[in-house]
């Protein structure tokens, strides 16, 4: 059973940074996809970040482009999602997810998923 938990979310103000942390449990990891979606209140979940089991490839939103960064140590069993210059629309709840194969931006091909942790961005 693979095991996610996410932090570093919290409250901050428009054009401030965060950096979200999700420490994964088992022995794949490392042969994982692992991406990071998100929730705000009325909305669809949707498609944040996600990067290839080595961390050679790596998608994003256009939404985020440009201002987050998804990266992973697989040493550490964790993927991050650094996140710069936030805008209120990026309040939301963050999850990160992981899939057994290959990199995918589709959240219903992922398994694996983490409870989540809060950003609120104010403006």
């Known amino acids: 059973q693979v095991q996610l938990v996410e932090s570093g979310g919290g409250l901050v103000q428009a054009g401030d940074s965060l950096r979200l942390s999700c420490a994964a449990s088992?022995?794949?990891?490392?042969?994982?996809?692992m991406a990071w979606f998100r929730q705000a209140p009325g909305k669809e979940r949707e498609f944040v970040a996600a990067?290839?089991?080595?961390?050679?490839?790596?998608f994003y939103a256009d939404s985020v482009k440009g201002r987050f960064t998804i990266s992973r140590d697989n040493a550490k069993n964790t993927v991050y999602l650094q996140m710069n210059s936030l805008k209120p629309e990026d309040t939301a709840v963050y999850r990160c997810?992981?899939?057994?194969?290959?990199?995918?931006?589709?959240?219903?091909?992922?398994?694996?998923w983490g409870q989540g942790t809060q950003v609120t961005v104010s403006s």
């Open positions: 997810a992981g899939r057994n194969g290959p990199i995918k931006t589709e959240r219903t091909e992922y398994n694996y």
């Open positions: 088992g022995r794949t990891f490392n042969r994982q996809a």
């Open positions: 990067i290839s089991s080595s961390g050679g490839i790596t």
